[in-house]
């Protein structure tokens, strides 16, 4: 017969019949200097990949907070100090070069865990290094988080669903990923990055959140970075052809960083585990998408049909229902808004101003 020890014990409950279900922990006890009156009032955040896009938007918002304390990790691959140079030297800001493949120890409330590039140029140049980054690097932060007791949030991706084959995605969807071709060092990459953060709920009482990204946009993404907004914004101002991906009708939806950032905020104030797709359920042809940046940034450029790659997506669209009733959230900036503010950033570090219409 099985007998459990004191800790399976403490992690499983047997039922009528005998079987053993896991059972949610509660969380960790925080370290007693957190709620020290005089030692600290602030909640301290970490942002692992907060030199990069998303993060860096996500730094600016909390360190509006003054109570906020902010600690970037980042190892600068696809992120820059650039992004943060308005809060380097800042009294409640701290910046290190770390890779989330090795462990860390700080003392943190909450983590915000974003490490990862999301470009497809980037995480397929070295496959391997990007799957240990979602999942070593994942396993770390949650270590982290379990030791200190704090609460910790991943960004997932609307890659999960693969190619899905139900539209639009609601969160209760599985997916339809190809577990072995060159996109898959990413997409299951954050399908175990999940699941590790539900083993970690469920196992050790961890506090998590788990929000899946669709594709945003905005100022400080990287330029020539192969993802679509960036490319057609910067063939746009250099006055080449948009290339659009064969066929052309494959949708994707865009959702302002400002947006993006605000639903991570709330899903991390939240009391809902996720995971919550957080994205903009407008829904463009890539053709649709060309039309708008030539009409809006160039109207002089052609349009090009290229190739396509392997694994493209057809089809991406979140269904946000579940942000709406749980977070109260939904995206406020549409594309053409967004669009110019992108330009703008994208002009400036191009150095190509924008012609004066007579
Ligand atoms: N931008 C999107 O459209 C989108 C869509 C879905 C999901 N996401 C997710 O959001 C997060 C942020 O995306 P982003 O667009 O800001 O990408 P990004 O590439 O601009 O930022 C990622 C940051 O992580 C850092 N990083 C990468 N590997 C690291 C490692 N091993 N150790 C430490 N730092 C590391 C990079 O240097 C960079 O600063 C990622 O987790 C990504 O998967 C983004």
Same mark, same amino acid.
Request: proline residues 7%.
């Given at each position: 017969?099985?007998?459990?020890s004191?800790?399976?014990?403490?992690?499983a409950?047997?039922?009528?019949n005998?079987?053993?279900?896991?059972?949610?922990?509660?969380?960790?006890?925080p370290?007693?200097?957190?709620?020290?009156k005089?030692?600290?009032?602030?909640?301290?955040?970490?942002?692992t990949?907060?030199?990069?896009?998303?993060?860096?938007?996500?730094v600016?918002?909390?360190?509006?907070?003054?109570?906020?304390?902010?600690?970037?990790?980042?190892?600068?691959?696809?992120?820059?100090k650039?992004?943060?140079?308005?809060?380097?030297?800042?009294?409640?800001?701290?910046?290190?070069?770390?890779?989330?493949?090795?462990?860390?120890?700080?003392e943190?409330?909450q983590?915000?865990h +974003?490490?990862?590039?999301?470009?497809? *140029? &980037?995480?397929? =140049?070295n /496959?391997?290094?990007? #799957?240990?980054?979602?999942?070593?690097?994942?396993?770390?932060?949650?270590g982290?988080?379990?030791r200190?007791?704090?609460?910790?949030l991943?960004?997932?991706?609307?890659?999960?669903?693969?190619?899905?084959l139900?539209?639009?995605?609601?969160?209760?969807?599985?997916?339809n990923?190809n577990p072995?071709?060159?996109?898959?060092?990413?997409?299951?990459?954050k399908?175990?990055a999940?699941?590790l953060?539900?083993?970690y709920?469920?196992?050790?009482? +961890?506090?998590?959140?788990?929000?899946? *990204? &669709?594709?945003? =946009?905005? /100022?400080?993404?990287? #330029?020539?970075?192969?993802?679509?907004?960036?490319?057609?914004?910067?063939?746009?101002?250099?006055?080449?052809?948009?290339?659009?991906?064969?066929?052309?009708?494959?949708?994707?939806s865009?959702c302002?960083?400002?947006d993006?950032?605000d639903?991570?905020i709330?899903?991390?104030?939240?009391?809902?585990?996720?995971?919550?797709?957080i994205g903009?359920?407008?829904?463009?042809t890539?053709?649709?998408?060309?039309?708008?940046?030539?009409?809006?940034?160039?109207?002089?450029i052609?349009?090009?049909?290229?190739?396509?790659?392997?694994?493209?997506?057809?089809?991406?669209?979140?269904?946000i229902?579940?942000?709406?009733?749980?977070?109260?959230w939904e995206?406020?900036?549409?594309?053409?808004?967004?669009?110019?503010?992108?330009?703008?950033?994208?002009?400036?570090?191009?150095?190509?101003?924008?012609?004066?219409?007579?």
């Open positions: 017969m099985y007998t459990a004191s800790d399976t014990e403490a992690m409950k047997e039922t009528a005998g079987e053993l279900h896991a059972v949610t922990r509660p969380p960790p006890t370290s007693p200097l957190r709620f020290s005089f030692f600290q009032a602030n909640l301290r955040i970490l942002v990949g907060g030199a990069g896009f998303i993060g860096s938007h996500l600016d918002k909390l360190m509006e907070n003054e109570k906020n304390e902010v600690i970037v990790v980042d190892n600068y691959f696809t992120g820059s650039d992004n943060l140079r308005k809060w380097i030297g800042h009294p409640r800001f701290e910046l290190i070069r770390h890779d989330v493949t090795e462990p860390l120890l700080v943190v409330d983590i915000y +974003l490490a990862c590039p999301a470009s497809p *140029i &980037f995480y397929k =140049y /496959p391997v290094k990007t #799957i240990k980054t979602n999942v070593i690097g994942t396993l770390n932060m949650l982290l988080a379990k200190v007791g704090a609460r910790i991943l960004t997932s991706t609307s890659e999960v669903y693969g190619d899905p139900q539209h639009p995605q609601t969160e209760e969807y599985w997916g990923v072995i071709g060159v996109r898959s060092c990413y997409d299951e990459g399908r175990v999940e699941t953060m539900f083993d709920h469920r196992q050790h009482g +961890l506090e998590i959140r788990i929000a899946r *990204i &669709f594709n945003t =946009y905005g /100022p400080r993404m990287n #330029i020539d970075d192969g993802r679509v907004v960036s490319n057609f914004i910067a063939q746009a101002i250099r006055g080449e052809p948009l290339t659009v991906q064969t066929p052309g009708t494959q949708t994707r865009f302002y960083v400002s993006m950032v639903g991570l709330r899903l991390m104030e939240s009391e809902h585990t996720g995971p919550i797709n903009n359920p407008g829904e463009f890539m053709i649709e998408l060309a039309e708008t940046v030539k009409e809006l940034i160039n109207p002089d052609p349009v090009k049909m290229v190739e396509n790659t392997p694994d493209d997506p057809r089809q991406r669209k979140p269904d229902a579940k942000a709406k009733e749980l977070l109260g995206p406020k900036v549409i594309l053409r808004d967004g669009l110019p503010l992108m330009e703008e950033d994208f002009r400036e570090r191009l150095a190509v101003p924008k012609k004066q219409i007579k």
